[in-house]
T-cell receptor, first 112, second 117 residues
């Protein structure tokens, strides 16, 4: 099992460009999450999907959209990237909301 | 709104010494409590969690944590630190409110642990 995989590992964007961060899990988990990690701020929840077909906002959703494509895949889209979105993005999944969350290796995004 | 505070940004200990990382939370009721560890360039790995019951929780890699309701704290401890424990440690809480509140983790700012040989 690969667990939680994220692509790309690293990306550089110019302000105003768009991109989609991909996340997939092979553990048959129902719940999936997107976080961003900034120095000194820990991880902050952007969006989550409690189950296939549902998504909801987390703490910092502005500037992002998500799609729960199927049970395995949960993508995060930046429609018009801004320098404030420079961060490390982590995807996570869990069997349901209460159990342990398993994290992917992260995507490092730099917006110039 | 719930919040988590890790007062120590950076801690340095010698290998073999004991360790305690502090975590305080602010929440109306007892939340679910977690400690995660992040090695450089890696994702997060769960060390231990507390939902209810015994307030002393054992985790992986020899870590334990104690929930103290009166102090709103969930401190992480290890009796003897190994060089491989050098990493960043995050305390997190989730609401104990059921429904779609499940899984909505709030993380502390993190504590970086450096281990001297």
């Amino acid at each position: 099992n690969a667990g939680v995989t994220q692509t790309p590992k690293f990306q550089v964007l110019k302000t105003g460009q768009s991109m989609t961060l991909q996340c997939a899990q092979d553990m048959n988990h129902n719940s999936m999450y997107w976080y961003r990690q900034d120095p000194g701020m820990g991880l902050r929840l952007i969006y989550y999907s409690a189950s296939e077909g549902t998504t909801d906002k987390g703490e910092v959703p502005n500037g992002y959209n998500v799609s729960r494509l199927n049970k395995r895949e949960f993508s995060l889209r930046l429609e018009s990237a801004a320098p404030s979105q420079t961060s490390v993005y982590f995807c996570a999944s869990s069997p349901t909301g209460l159990e342990t969350q398993y994290f992917g290796p992260g995507t490092r995004l730099l917006v110039l | 709104a719930q919040s988590v505070t890790q007062p120590d940004i950076h801690i340095t200990v010698s290998e073999g010494a004991s360790l305690e990382l502090r975590c305080n939370y602010s929440y109306g009721a007892t939340p679910y409590l977690f400690w995660y560890v992040q090695s450089p360039g890696q994702g997060l790995q769960l060390l231990l969690k507390y939902f209810s019951g015994d307030t002393l929780v054992q985790g992986i890699k020899g870590f334990e944590a104690e929930f103290k309701r009166s102090q709103s704290s969930f401190n992480l401890r290890k009796p003897s630190v190994h060089w491989s424990d050098a990493a960043e440690y995050f305390c997190a809480v989730a609401p104990n409110a059921g429904g779609t509140s499940y899984g909505k983790l709030t993380f502390g700012q993190g504590t970086i642990l450096t281990v001297h040989p």
